[in-house]
């Protein structure tokens, strides 16, 4: 006889943080569509990260790395490809002759100039449709999970069970969906 398996999640509420994945990867489907029809070729949504923190007059490899929590092997990659594709370039920094500043290029800001707009009309959208109130209670609520820390979930959790409340009471399972 072959045992039956099933999902152990099935009975609990839909993970929100499959929720919010699948709803940054659905904005970052638009944003390198937006990309590709604007003829940006081999820029993509991941490359975000370095296109939010760079100053317009540029900022050391590093630096960037440190802004985006990312290492810095990982940044320079980002940043020679983006280098070879034209979107950014690398330049001695003037107050340090032994320092380069990685700035954006003409394509680069343009990447960023579609970006924003994307975003625009995803923010209005939204406002539109959940309202502009639940909207910023929305970010503050997502801006209190970005830092928190997991020792924070595990209290949490504690204090819950030995209060005797249920993590799935009134909502909607995987079983439901």
């Given at each position: 006889?072959?045992?039956?398996?099933?999902?152990?999640?099935?009975?609990?509420?839909?993970?929100?943080?499959?929720?919010?994945?699948?709803?940054?990867?659905?904005?970052?489907?638009?944003?390198?569509?937006?990309?590709?029809?604007?003829?940006?070729?081999?820029?993509?949504?991941?490359?975000?990260?370095?296109?939010?923190?760079?100053?317009?007059?540029?900022?050391?490899?590093?630096?960037?790395?440190?802004?985006?929590?990312?290492?810095?092997?990982?940044?320079?990659?980002?940043?020679?490809?983006?280098?070879?594709?034209?979107?950014?370039?690398?330049?001695?920094?003037?107050?340090?002759?032994?320092?380069?500043?990685?700035?954006?290029?003409?394509s680069?800001?343009?990447?960023?100039?579609?970006?924003?707009?994307?975003?625009?009309?995803?923010?209005?959208?939204?406002?539109?449709?959940?309202?502009?109130?639940?909207?910023?209670?929305?970010?503050?609520?997502?801006?209190?999970?970005?830092?928190?820390?997991?020792?924070?979930?595990?209290?949490?959790?504690?204090?819950?069970?030995?209060?005797?409340?249920?993590p799935?009471?009134?909502?909607?399972?995987?079983?439901?969906?």
């Amino acid at each position: 006889m072959v045992k039956d398996f099933t999902n152990p999640l099935r009975e609990r509420p839909l993970p929100l943080g499959s929720l919010l994945s699948s709803t940054a990867q659905h904005l970052l489907g638009g944003l390198d569509d937006a990309l590709a029809r604007a003829g940006l070729a081999g820029i993509r949504s991941a490359h975000a990260p370095l296109f939010l923190v760079i100053d317009p007059e540029g900022t050391r490899s590093s630096e960037l790395a440190r802004r985006t929590s990312m290492t810095k092997q990982a940044m320079g990659e980002q940043v020679r490809h983006l280098e070879k594709l034209g979107y950014v370039e690398v330049v001695p920094d003037p107050t340090d002759g032994r320092a380069r500043l990685v700035r954006l290029t003409d394509s680069g800001r343009q990447g960023v100039e579609i970006a924003e707009s994307v975003i625009t009309r995803f923010d209005a959208w939204l406002d539109d449709r959940l309202g502009a109130e639940t909207v910023a209670e929305l970010r503050a609520t997502l801006g209190q999970i970005l830092v928190s820390e997991p020792a924070e979930w595990d209290a949490a959790s504690a204090r819950n069970e030995a209060a005797g409340e249920s993590p799935t009471e009134g909502k909607q399972t995987l079983g439901d969906a």
